[in-house]
């Protein structure tokens, strides 16, 4: 017998476990680095990789977006081939989108721009 971690929706006869995003509808994942956390916690803490590239005249939900694409863990950011492949290296260990399926908003292109960042997709 298949046994899964107790998660709420798991006790749900009419949703499938394994269909994480339909239980997580409140996670986020940021434009430009694209680490995933829930609305709460971007709004309370901000972006672990990118704090110091938004001011605070900046809300997180200018720079988050609900509509990604799978999803992939990193504890040890340096010593994983994965994160070198997808270019996370540098980040901080979490869990980050596969790929934004927005395009980045006008208002946050201009800021990134101005600061010669360019946003990778896919």
Excluded at 13 to 25: G, H, I, V
Excluded at 30 to 39: A, G
Excluded at 51 to 80: H, Q
Aim: with cysteine.
């Amino acid at each position: 017998m298949e046994q899964f971690a107790d998660v709420p929706a798991h006790n749900e006869s009419n949703r499938d476990p394994s269909d994480f995003a339909l239980t997580n509808k409140n996670l986020v994942c940021c434009y430009v680095c694209r680490l995933v956390k829930s609305r709460n916690q971007f709004r309370e803490s901000g972006c672990d990789n990118c704090k110091n590239l938004f001011g605070p005249s900046i809300s997180s939900e200018d720079y988050t977006t609900p509509n990604f694409s799978g999803m992939i863990s990193i504890m040890d950011p340096k010593a994983s081939w994965a994160c070198k492949w997808l270019h996370l290296g540098r980040y901080v260990p979490g869990c980050y989108a596969m790929a934004v399926n927005d395009e980045v908003p006008d208002d946050l292109q201009d800021i990134l721009e101005n600061k010669g960042i360019k946003v990778r997709h896919g």
